[in-house]
């Protein structure tokens, strides 16, 4: 099955573009670890996820590109021709001369119901030359205007459009210190209205990656586009294919549903975290080698212990103890309860792990069988350099701090109305940011509670 990928505003394009590079250099590395045969499948699974054949024999990205300026999708377009790897096609992209100048009600109020039915009509296209669509994944920032406001806006458009399709967005959490100054605003407006509208929500927040790069990758002077490359290998290890438990020997032919009927049980709970390991600077690589009982290790402590990569874990915290009828106020102070959780592992020896340490029942909140709360996929090919490599995409207490930090930010800029006006001069009243606050605050005491 195809997934159309929507990507929308500056931040948008360019992970799009990263994502889709680094599913073409994935497909084109020669790795050693898996049958030719097996090699053979990932490649035809992976484009036929993501890429459309065109006469020209270069894949075309099933993709839709949106922005309200045109220079990033200029860029972008034009990069991903030279690449020669890949190209997007040329009609599959809209964007304006104005801006949304970073405020979401602009991208939402103004520029979504101008611009409805010439978006609604590329998507319309790109979902027509799938023979099977899988549904959406759409990629968005959510401090700035167009990527959230507009964001949010397509994504209610394309759940009225195709009820019946899964529909994934990738948000982009903004750096705590600030990008814009109204960025708590637009981060809680989009939040609250992607909860009504989508499946679920995968966050990747600035402030993490950036560390990875830092730390991990040992990159001096972090530019954007370092940031959007960890984030693009992050979600390759997603939806690059593997092999579901009952999904016998082919690979997962409904990659998004098989993805979210697991994670997504309850309707109150659609946000994703996602974590990998290992990540390191090329340099590294040929200097380290893994076991995945070290790896599962470290993955399973990142999970616990709410951690964002593996350096830096803290060992200390432990699930609570089973038979222990401690109410959910009481339990370890930094400990992270999930709903549910898939691993995915990539590359050699996969098929021997044993991952019984992630079916613990403490891990998990009382109400979901933990059979049912735990799924893992797995594929003999490893992806992108890694010779053993795994990816943990949890729907648990991962995002709860800093949701809780940005609607705490925003009410107090909401409480003295600074900025309003920038808002209501585009048709947001003061009720609809009470709305917003209301939604928000359900979802924080719902996965507070678990």
């Known amino acids: 099955m195809s997934i159309v990928t929507v990507q929308l505003g500056q931040c948008g394009n360019q992970?799009?573009?990263?994502?889709?590079?680094?599913?073409?250099?994935?497909?084109?590395?020669?790795?050693?670890?898996?049958?030719?045969?097996?090699?053979?499948?990932?490649?035809?699974?992976?484009?036929?996820?993501?890429?459309?054949?065109?006469?020209?024999?270069?894949?075309?990205?099933?993709?839709?590109?949106?922005?309200?300026?045109?220079?990033?999708?200029?860029?972008t377009l034009s990069r991903a021709a030279r690449s020669g790897l890949w190209k997007y096609n040329s009609h599959s992209h809209f964007c304006q001369k104005q801006g949304s100048g970073n405020n979401w009600a602009n991208g939402h109020c103004v520029h979504g119901p101008r611009h409805k039915e010439a978006i609604m009509e590329l998507v319309q296209k790109e979902a027509e030359k799938c023979e099977r669509l899988g549904g959406f994944f759409t990629i968005m920032s959510m401090a700035g205007g167009t990527g959230s406001g507009l964001g949010a806006f397509v994504t209610q458009c394309l759940r009225d459009a195709f009820p019946t399709s899964f529909l994934l967005n990738h948000v982009v959490w903004p750096y705590g210190t600030g990008e814009v100054i109204v960025q708590n605003y637009n981060s809680v407006l989009t939040l609250s209205h992607l909860y009504h509208s989508s499946d679920a929500l995968l966050v990747h927040e600035n402030d993490v990656i950036h560390k990875i790069c830092a730390r991990l990758m040992n990159i001096k002077q972090i530019s954007f586009r370092d940031?959007?490359?960890?984030?693009?290998?992050?979600?390759?290890?997603?939806?690059?294919?593997?092999?579901?438990?009952?999904?016998?020997?082919g690979y997962s032919r409904n990659p998004l549903g098989d993805l979210?009927?697991?994670?997504?049980?309850?309707?109150?709970?659609?946000?994703?975290?996602?974590?990998?390991?290992?990540?390191?600077?090329?340099?590294?690589?040929?200097?380290?080698?893994?076991?995945?009982?070290?790896?599962?290790?470290?993955?399973?402590?990142?999970?616990?212990a709410k951690a964002h990569m593996e350096e830096g874990i803290d060992w200390q915290v432990r699930p609570p103890q089973p038979g222990s009828s401690i109410p959910s106020t009481n339990k370890p102070l930094h400990f992270n309860t999930s709903i549910a959780n898939l691993v995915i592992l990539r590359g050699k020896d996969v098929h021997s792990v044993d991952l019984g340490s992630f079916q613990d029942p403490s891990l998990y909140t009382s109400w979901l069988n933990p059979q049912d709360a735990f799924n893992a996929w797995k594929t003999p090919?490893?992806?992108?350099?890694?010779e053993k490599s795994a990816a943990l995409v949890s729907n648990s207490q991962f995002l709860l701090k800093p949701l809780d930090s940005i609607v705490g930010k925003a009410w107090n800029m909401f409480a003295s109305k600074a900025y309003l006006h920038q808002y209501t001069k585009f048709g947001i009243q003061e009720e609809d940011f009470l709305d917003c606050f209301t939604t928000l605050e359900q979802v924080i005491s719902s996965y507070t509670n678990l």
């Open 381 to 386: 090919r490893a992806f992108n350099k890694y």
């Open 260 to 304: 979210l009927e697991p994670l997504v049980p309850h309707p109150e709970f659609r946000l994703l975290g996602l974590r990998n390991i290992p990540q390191m600077a090329e340099s590294s690589l040929a200097f380290s080698t893994f076991s995945w009982p070290g790896l599962l290790k470290h993955l399973r402590q990142i999970l616990i």
């Open 227 to 249: 940031v959007n490359r960890v984030i693009a290998h992050q979600l390759g290890s997603v939806f690059q294919p593997a092999h579901t438990a009952g999904g016998g020997s």
């Open 15 to 75: 992970i799009g573009h990263e994502v889709f590079s680094a599913l073409c250099s994935d497909i084109h590395g020669t790795h050693g670890l898996c049958s030719k045969k097996e090699n053979e499948s990932y490649r035809d699974s992976c484009k036929e996820r993501f890429f459309s054949e065109e006469e020209s024999g270069v894949p075309a990205a099933r993709a839709v590109l949106v922005d309200m300026e045109p220079k990033v999708i200029s860029q």
